[in-house]
């Protein structure tokens, strides 16, 4: 059974620090590995895909990495800002006949201050 | 662009009475749909999918059930609502069609659920 877990669950760091965000699982067989951002009381929005073929992903920011063989993801963030606060979710994708349905973590909360 | 709706935003609902909660999506055909819960300290679990009208998979058996009565229409119901059935519930939406997704999954703005 696939397991996601996220470490930390809460980090709070001073505006303008890079920092790394962690997911690890458990079955090293998926598809896909997706990362949210959720604000409080709001939906998910996707920021970065990445593909089982492939190790990174970049958008402004964001990086984020993937290493199938040890079942992690790293997502990057640059330069933080206090917008950046929000819970972050990582979620792999299964294949075959579940149709990429994702199993999530329960996030990181990223707090930055001013 | 694709759009995905959700309503109502929030619900307060007594134990024992039923529910309905409806999700729809713009701009794209075929869509894979999704149903997934949110409770406090306990992450996302997906309850149901749907490749296609009338094709409900249901991930947890529950006292929720789950119907796509048109292509880019899914509903969530229940008979008689339960004090565990509160939390956060999101609908979802991937591009379709095929047997394997790779794709990205969107996420609607959710309806807030308490029972009471």
């Known amino acids: 059974k696939q397991e996601v877990t996220q470490i930390p669950a809460a980090l709070s760091v001073p505006e303008g620090e890079n920092l790394v965000l962690n997911c690890s699982f458990t079955?090293?067989?998926?598809?896909?590995l997706q990362w949210f951002r959720q604000d409080p009381g709001k939906g998910l929005t996707s920021l970065l895909l990445?593909?089982?073929?492939?190790r990174e992903q970049t958008s402004g920011r964001l990086n984020a990495s993937l290493d199938k063989s040890s079942g992690r993801s790293t997502l990057y963030i640059a330069a933080s800002q206090p917008g950046d606060s929000a819970t972050y979710l990582c979620?792999?994708?299964?294949?075959?006949?579940?149709?990429?349905?994702?199993?999530f973590g329960k996030g990181t909360k990223l707090s930055v201050k001013p | 662009s694709q759009t995905i709706h959700q309503w109502p935003a929030t619900l307060v609902q007594p134990v024992g009475s039923p529910l309905s909660l409806e999700c729809t999506v713009e701009?794209?055909?075929?869509?894979?749909l999704y149903w997934y819960r949110q409770a406090a300290g306990r992450g996302l679990q997906l309850l149901f999918y749907?490749?296609?009208?009338?094709?409900i998979s249901s991930e947890v058996p529950q006292n929720l059930s789950a119907s796509r009565p048109q292509d880019r229409q899914f509903i969530l119901s229940s008979k008689k609502l339960l004090l565990s059935d509160s939390g956060f519930y999101l609908c979802?939406?991937?591009?379709?069609?095929?047997?394997?997704?790779?794709?990205?999954?969107?996420f609607g703005p959710g309806t807030r659920l308490t029972v009471l």
């Open positions: 749907s490749v296609g009208i009338g094709q």
């Open positions: 979620a792999v994708g299964r294949g075959g006949g579940s149709q990429g349905n994702l199993i």
């Open positions: 990445i593909q089982s073929s492939q």
């Open positions: 701009g794209t055909s075929n869509p894979n």
């Open positions: 079955d090293s067989a998926i598809y896909n």
């Open positions: 979802a939406w991937s591009v379709g069609r095929q047997a394997i997704s790779y794709n990205e999954q969107f």
